[in-house]
C-alpha cells in the first residue's frame, strides 16, 4: 500500500443509484467517481464482481474469474443499438429504489441481455474473438457451466447426470455442440462486463480514484472453479467434498459457522507451484488496484469440517500454506498492493504471517470497545494502530455505525464516550466524531462506507452474516451524496492530511 496518508470509501457496484433495478457501469457509476474526486477521496473499495448464485452474495459466486451480468450497464447496450430504452423501461425491476429486487431483477435483466445477444452480431467483432481466446483459459469452462446449469434448470453441478458432472469427454464434446448458442451469450456477458467494467476503471484512475477489490478465500461448491478442477479440493472420486469450510464454536455461536465451500488440497497447489492461485490473483490485477483478501487466516490454519454435519462441531484446524503462498505470487506477479482481512481471533502465528508478508491488516473501529476486553489494550483502539494498515469505521458485516451506537451496551456507549471525551452528543454526532477520530489516526489508509458518511441506521446494512433475505440489498438513492457532504468529506480529508 502507499504509504502516504489516504482516504477512500466502501460502496458496492450493485449499491449505486440506476433507474433499471441495481447499481451497474453506467453514467451514475462515473458520476460517483466524480464525486468521490470531489470530496478528496482516493479509493474506491467494492465488493467482488463475480456473478452470484442464491442467496445474492458476492462471496458465494458461480466463478472466482467471471464477473456479474447484473453489472452490464442496460444505456451502453441502448447507446450500440441492441436495445430499445422503450424495452428497458417497460421492465419490472420493482418499486424500491433503495433496494434491489433479486427476483424481479433475474427474471427482467436476463430477457433483455439475450435480446441484446441476438441482435448484437457478436460473431463478427474481432475484439469479442480476440477475449475468447485470451480468457479462453477459465471462459470455456464457465460458460459451459452456466449452459448446463440451465439444461438442468439451475440445480447444483453436484446433481447433474454422471456423464457431466464427472466431465467426461464425450459429454463434454456433446453439450460444447448442443448448446453453442447458449455458450456463445454466455461468453458475450463476460466480453460487455469486461469491457464496461475496464472503461469505468480507467476513468475512476484517470481522476485519482484507486478501486479496492475484494475475494474470498474460498470459492462456492456450486461453481466452474470447483467443477472443472475437482483436484484443486478435497474431494472424493465423485467429487463430493469430504471436507468443508467454516468456524468453531465462540461466544458469538455455540455451534460454530458452518460455510460449506469445499476446502483446498493445498499439497496440490504446491505442487504446481500456486499456479490457480497466481492465475486467480493475477486476474484480480486485472480488474482492481488494490486486492483486500478475505479470512486471511485461513492461509495459516484453516478449519476443516466433515462433510454433511449439520453444525461446525466437530471440526479441526489444520495448517495451510503460510507465507509460502504469497512469495510463490510475488515472485511471479512481483510486489502487489494486497489488504489481509485478519478480523477475528488472531493466533501468535496468524499474525506472524500477516507480518512477514509485509501486507496491511485491518482495524474496525466498532470493534474496538468490546466490554470484555479491559484497560486500553485492544489493538482496535486507534492509539493501538501501527501505520501499515487499513481503519474502517465497520465492513459490509457490520452494524451501520448510527444502529451500532445505539445497540452497544451502556458500559460500551460510555467507553467510547470518554475515548471520544464526548458526554453531550449522541446519534450522528457521535458518528462524525468516531470517523473523525479514524480519519486522523496513524493508519495510512481509512476507508468508511458510505452509509456512516450518511449517517443511516441498519435499514442500510448490507449484510447481517448468518442470514438470509433482506442482504446485499441496500442502494444509495439518486442525489443522496450532495455536494455538501462532498464538501464536508474534502475538508476531513484536508484537516488529517489524507488528500
Known sequence: MAKKRKCGVLLPISSLPSKYGIGCFDKKAYEFVDALKAAGQSYWQILPLGPTSYGDSPYQSF???????????????????????????????????????????????????????????????????????????????????????????????????????????????????????????????????????????AYANEKGIQIIGDIPIYVAMDSADTWANPWLFKLDEKNCPTQVAGCPPDGFSATGQLWGNPLYNWEVHRNSGYEWWIKRIANCFRLYDVVRIDHFRGFDEYYAIPYGDKTAENGWWEKGPGIDLFRAISASLGDREIIAEDLGYMTDTVKQLVEESGYPNMKVIEFAFDERDTGNASDYLPHNYPRNCVVYTGTHDNETLLSWLEDITPAERRQVRKYLNNFKDSGKELCNDLICLVMQSVAN?????????????????????????????????????????QKEMLELATRYGRR
Do not use: H
Not at 92 to 112: C, H, N, P, Q, W
Open 63 to 201: 466463478s472466482t474469474f467471471a464477473g456479474n451480468p447484473y453489472f452490464i450497464s442496460l444505456e451502453e447496450l441502448i447507446k450500440e443499438g441492441v436495445l430499445t430504452k422503450k424495452e428497458c423501461d417497460s421492465v419490472d425491476f420493482g418499486e424500491d429504489t433503495t433496494s434491489v429486487d433479486y427476483a424481479k431483477l433475474y427474471e427482467g435483466r436476463m430477457i433483455l441481455l439475450r435480446k441484446a445477444y441476438e441482435r448484437s452480431n457478436i460473431y463478427m467483432d474481432p475484439e469479442f474473438r480476440k477475449f475468447q481466446e485470451e480468457e479462453a483459459w477459465w471462459l470455456k469452462d464457465y460458460a459451459l457451466f452456466m449452459a448446463v446449469k440451465k439444461r438442468f434448470g439451475g440445480v447444483q453441478w453436484s446433481e447433474w447426470a454422471e456423464d457431466i458432472r464427472l466431465r467426461w469427454q464425450n459429454a463434454l464434446d456433446y453439450y460444447r455442440e448442443e448448446m453453442y448458442f447458449e455458450i456463445e451469450f454466455q461468453e458475450y456477458m463476460q466480453f460487455k462486463f469486461r469491457q464496461q467494467w475496464m472503461k469505468l476503471k
Open 445 to 485: 489508509l481509512c476507508i468508511v462506507p458510505m452509509q456512516d458518511y450518511l449517517g443511516l441506521d441498519n435499514s442500510a446494512r448490507m449484510n447481517q452474516p448468518s442470514t438470509l433475505g433482506k442482504n446485499w440489498k441496500w442502494r444509495l438513492k439518486e442525489g443522496q451524496f450532495t455536494a455538501e457532504l
